[in-house]
């Protein structure tokens, strides 16, 4: 991770050495006293549904994950919401505009290879756009909740998917 790597205070570009922190081992600069503290970053997804129920997903043209099934869904950027974060997303992803509604899920991510984040699940529906891969995407199809390829990344799956079809109501969809 970045902070591993760090050398030099981002405030004054001091020194950094390891000292304890309200009980964790952290960087801290030499010379201002500026803590670097590890965070997730902050991320989001889109469960886009069509009329049938259908979940859109791409398959990943980059790593992590690369050729693999995914939902929509990337890092925030500073001046959006996570909701923004999911249609800027999508629309990068897909092609699709997309309207962002009910957060369905909150999810911790302390695994992803890159850094762990807070993932914002929206269940979403369909505005406006022609459905095409773009950005990171090298292919984009819809799924029956029953019939998900096996091959998925980020546990999309497990922790989302199949939660949905199990129990609908609990994510408002009766």
Not at 125 to 152: H, I, K, N, Q, T
Not at 154 to 165: K, V
């Amino acid at each position: 991770m970045w902070i591993k790597r760090a050398k030099f205070c981002p405030v004054c570009q001091g020194g950094l050495e390891l000292s304890s922190v309200g009980g964790r081992k952290r960087l801290r600069c030499v010379v201002c006293g500026c803590v670097l503290y590890e965070n997730p970053a902050s991320a989001a997804a889109a469960v886009i549904l069509d009329k049938r129920r259908r979940v859109l997903l791409i398959r990943r043209d980059i790593a992590p994950f690369e050729g693999l099934w995914a939902l929509p869904a990337g890092y925030q950027e500073i001046d959006e919401d996570p909701r923004q974060a999911a249609v800027r997303e999508a629309l990068e992803e897909t092609g699709l505009e997309i309207q962002a509604g009910a957060l369905i899920d909150l999810l911790y991510i302390p695994d992803d290879p890159r850094k762990p984040a807070n993932l914002a699940v929206f269940l979403c529906s369909v505005v406006a756009g022609e459905l095409c891969p773009g950005d990171d995407a090298r292919e984009v199809a819809w799924f029956a909740l029953d019939a998900l390829p096996a091959d998925m990344g980020f546990d999309n799956r497990e922790r989302i998917l199949l939660p949905l079809h199990r129990d609908p109501g609990r994510f408002g969809l009766g």
